[in-house]
Structure formats: structure tokens, C-alpha cells
């Protein structure tokens, strides 16, 4: 890792305005491992007055030349892949291979993916006698967690640069040191100077600053209900665009004649990948009663597997978080039939892969965003009643169905109130729409769709 004291802005490194820092820490040792500056509000101005220096230059950048900027960024985190990823299990903890295929490798794909989007998308198009035109918004200002801290960067960057806008991030303070590396994968790769900038800093002091900047047209955000309401109601008060990537609570509906064994055992893999810290995790496995108590001593079994190949929590705050939610769920009246409080190691934010059953709709962990290692098992007794469980929260941004075939299956995923459902295990697909229905957020990433939010239109009469 190289040392830099600054931030990212207007295509250099610059000492940054005020001398706080923050602290990096890895989670499964507890050891500091770098520090970064904290940004102030005079930092963020900077970037945001960078960012609107560069827009006109960029947006009117043909898209092929955007396009084969995006290509030369994507070659970039090709090469520093395995910088990328022992970067990420440096300040996330996440399992080596993790880092490697999802942390690194998602970022890689989503890139590329937006190279050629650039390149094919129809930024003009004719309806009867008008000409439309879909041009960039204009200065984003991106706000980022730490579950995926490379990919949620991208999965705004890349789009956003795509669609001529240009960018202002500032990364989760708990992983700034991903987003440093990408911000020099962005100066190798040719972008010019203002069109991304990056501010590390505390959420309350440059998030905030960053979502109440004049300079910034649309605020991209992606964290927590709290946060992202706060960050809603800054943003409509000042008329901008905003993103909201707000979470879930989404259910793993397995239906009677699904290949049982199967469907439990991609579902508790599904929760236990990064710690449970996925906000598309299915956190809810939904079992027909005939075949309920094989599917839990099956999710039990599954979740025992994955004992030692699990990774910490990001940090002290998020374990203590997740053991309050377990400690809530055993109150309630949950049976744990896997895992439980108790840290498994001495060091480290360690939490074991946990399963509940007897789990009714009500409770606690049936309802709120966990964000750990931790499965509730439900029970339903038919279809409908799995269909009532199932929308019964207040969010709604993924899922899975399983079934004896795909009709039924799908029959079943069209009344789902959710952004997204993977049919009998369908895998991850980084150009479909990815985003919530309720409370789970406001607009969709990735894919053409994630360029679109990035994107507003004009149009000439002939
Ligand atoms: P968070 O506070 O919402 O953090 C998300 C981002 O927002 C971070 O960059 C954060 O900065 C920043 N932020 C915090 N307060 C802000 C403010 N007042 N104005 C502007 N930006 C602000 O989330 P968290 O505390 O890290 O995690 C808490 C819970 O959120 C988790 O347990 C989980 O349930 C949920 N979560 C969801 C997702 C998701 O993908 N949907 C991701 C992460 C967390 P700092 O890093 O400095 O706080
Ligand atoms: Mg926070």
C-alpha cells in the first residue's frame, strides 16, 4: 500500500485541509493498519468545485472515448487484483478467495460492463418529430459503506463517468483504503483530472458536506435507513437527484417439491458470505411446515461447515450489533439451532455463523436488518401465507424462490414486492437492475439501468 497524506482531487494527491485522521483497523486482529486524513468541509469543497471544473470537458467527451477510458480502468484493476484484494481483506477481514472473486472480481466485471455500455447506449433517439437527448446530470456526490467498499464505489463511478457525469466519493470510513487504490487506478488509467475525486473523512462531517454542496446535482448513497432518510430529505430540500440503497430483509422462499437440500444449502451460504454483511443477503428462509425440521437441521448443519471459513465483522460496533440482535432473538423466544453470542476466537470481531428457528413474522430478527451471520428459519403453512411472510417487512430489494420448476417458481416471484429474485439458484448477473421496492431504496445500479439514473433528458422539436 502506497502512503499518501492527502486526498484524491483534481487529478492529484493533496494535503488535506484540517489534521485529523482516522484509523484503520483489521478486524480479525484488531490491529491498526494505516490512517487517513479526515476531510473537513473545505476539503469536500475543493473536490466538489474540482468535479465542476471537469463537467463540461467530460460530458462532452464522445462516449467512445469515455468508453475506452472505462476499458483502460478496467484493465488497471485487472493488474492491482491482487493488491485489490489484500487490500480488502486488510480492512474488511474477508476470507482471501472472497476478496479475490467477489471484492476484486465484481468491480473488474461491473467496469468492463459500463466500457461497453458507454460505447453502445443510445444516448439519442427520435420520437415522432423530437430528437431526446440523454445527458449527463452532472456533478455526483457518492457515499459509500464498507460491505462491499470497492464494488460500492464502481457500481456509482463507473455509470456515472460512463454517462459524462463526473464524481465527488467519499468511502466508509471503516475501508478507506480501497478506495485510495482505485482512486490511483483512475489517475493510471488517463481520466483527467477533476472528473473523480476522492474525500476520506467521517459521515457526519464529509458525507455530510458532501450531500449539502450547491456544486452537487445527484447524491448517490448507499448504507443505512438512518442515514439514507437524513440524506433524502437534505437532498429534496435542495431539489437534487438522489439514490437510495437502502438495505433488506429479503426472504429465501423454498416451496414444496424444490430440491430441499439444495435450497438450504445455497441459502445459508448466501447469508454467511462476507459475515452476513450483504444488504441483498436472504436473511429469511421460508419452509413449508411438513418440511420444516429437516430444513433446519439441514441449515444448521450447513452453517457448522462454515465454522472457521468465516470472516469477521468489519468492526467492534457491527459485532457488538450483531450479538444484541442475537441476544434479542434467544428473548424473544427464537430457538438457536446453530451459533449463538459467544465469540468463537479471543481476538477479532469474530461472530459464529448463526441459525434461529422457530422464528415467527413478528420478531425482531424477522424484521430488521441484521447485518451479521445469522439465518431465521420461518415457517408457513401454504402458499399464500409464504406469500404474506414474504412482503411482510418494510423492505424489499431481493430473493430467491425455489421450486419444482421454474413456472411455478417464477408464478410465484411476480407477486413478490422485491427488486430482485434469483429463480432454483440463478446466478449473480452484473447487468441486471439491482435495487429496492419500499423502504429498501430509491432507483436501481447496475446494467443500462444504472446508467440511466446517472442520465436526465432533453429534447429539440422538429
Ligand atoms: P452508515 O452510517 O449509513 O454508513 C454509510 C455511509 O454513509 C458511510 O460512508 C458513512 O460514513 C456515511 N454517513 C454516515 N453518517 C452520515 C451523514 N450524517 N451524512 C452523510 N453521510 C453519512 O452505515 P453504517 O453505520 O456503516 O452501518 C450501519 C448499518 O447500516 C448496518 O448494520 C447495516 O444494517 C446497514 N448497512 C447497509 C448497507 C447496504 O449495503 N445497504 C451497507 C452498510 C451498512 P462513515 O463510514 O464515516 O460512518
Ligand atoms: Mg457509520
Redesign the pocket.
Known amino acids: 500500500m502506497k502512503a499518501h497524506d492527502g486526498m484524491y482531487i483534481d487529478g492529484a494527491w493533496r494535503p488535506a485541509a484540517g489534521p485529523g485522521v482516522i484509523e484503520v483497523v483489521n478486524p480479525a486482529d484488531e490491529q491498526v493498519i494505516a490512517t487517513v486524513p479526515a476531510g473537513t468541509v473545505e476539503d469536500v469543497d475543493a473536490a466538489v468545485r474540482a468535479a465542476r471544473a471537469a463537467l463540461p470537458g467530460w460530458a462532452a467527451t464522445p462516449p467512445a472515448e469515455r468508453a475506452a477510458r472505462l476499458a483502460a480502468l478496467r484493465d488497471v484493476l485487472v493488474a492491482r487484483q491482487d493488491e485489490i484484494a489484500e487490500t480488502v481483506t486488510a480492512e474488511l477481514g474477508s476470507p482471501p478467495k472472497l476478496s479475490q472473486t467477489v471484492h476484486a472480481g465484481v468491480p473488474i466485471a461491473v467496469t468492463g460492463s459500463y466500457a461497453e455500455l458507454a460505447a453502445t447506449y443510445a444516448f439519442e433517439e427520435r420520437t415522432g418529430n423530437s430528437t431526446v437527448l440523454h445527458e449527463p446530470v452532472g456533478v455526483v456526490g457518492a457515499?459509500?459503506?464498507?460491505?462491499y467498499p470497492l464494488h460500492?464505489i464502481v457500481a456509482k463511478t463507473a455509470p456515472a463517468l460512463a454517462a459524462g457525469c463526473t464524481v465527488v466519493v467519499?468511502?466508509?470510513?471503516?475501508t478507506p483504503l480501497v478506495a485510495r487504490l482505485f482512486a490511483e487506478a483512475v489517475h493510471e488509467a488517463g481520466i483527467p483530472a477533476g472528473v473523480f475525486n476522492l474525500v476520506t473523512?467521517?459521515?457526519?462531517v464529509a458525507?455530510?458536506a458532501l450531500?449539502e454542496h450547491p456544486g452537487v446535482d445527484l447524491v448517490s448513497?448507499?448504507?443505512?435507513t438512518?442515514?439514507?432518510r437524513?440524506?433524502g430529505a437534505i437532498a429534496s430540500g435542495m431539489v437534487k437527484k438522489v439514490a437510495l440503497?437502502?438495505?433488506g430483509k429479503s426472504a429465501n422462499v423454498i416451496l414444496p417439491g424444490a430440491d430441499l437440500a439444495r435450497a438450504v444449502n445455497v441459502g445459508v451460504a448466501n447469508v454467511m458470505s462476507n459475515s452476513g454483511q450483504t444488504?441483498s443477503a436472504w436473511t429469511r428462509m421460508l419452509v413449508h411446515h411438513d418440511q420444516y425440521d429437516e430444513a433446519v437441521e439441514l441449515a444448521a448443519a450447513a452453517a457448522a461447515k462454515y465454522g472457521d471459513r468465516i470472516g469477521p465483522l468489519v468492526s467492534a460496533t457491527?459485532r457488538d450489533?450483531v450479538r444484541g440482535y442475537i441476544a434479542k432473538g434467544v428473548a424473544e423466544g427464537a430457538r438457536l439451532a446453530a451459533g449463538g453470542p459467544d465469540s468463537p476466537h479471543e481476538r477479532g470481531y469474530y461472530v459464529s455463523p448463526t441459525v434461529f428457528a422457530d422464528v415467527t413474522p413478528e420478531m425482531t430478527i424477522a424484521q430488521e436488518?441484521i447485518?451479521g451471520p445469522v439465518l431465521s428459519v420461518l415457517r408457513y403453512t401454504d402458499e399464500e401465507d409464504a406469500l404474506r411472510i414474504a412482503n411482510g417487512t418494510v423492505y424489499g430489494l431481493a430473493g430467491a424462490v425455489w421450486a419444482a420448476d421454474e413456472t411455478e417458481a417464477v408464478a410465484f416471484a411476480r407477486r413478490m414486492e422485491t427488486g430482485q429474485v434469483d429463480i432454483n439458484g440463478g446466478r449473480f448477473n452484473p447487468l441486471a437492475p439491482f435495487g429496492g421496492y419500499k423502504q429498501s431504496g430509491v432507483g436501481r445500479e447496475l446494467g443500462a439501468h444504472g446508467l440511466a439514473e446517472y442520465l436526465q433528458t432533453k429534447s429539440f422539436q422538429f
Open positions: 457515499i459509500t459503506p464498507w460491505n460500492q467519499k468511502p466508509a470510513e471503516d473523512g467521517l459521515g457526519p458525507g455530510q450531500a448513497f448507499t448504507g443505512s438512518a442515514v439514507g437524513r440524506i440503497e437502502l438495505g444488504c457491527q450489533r436488518e447485518f
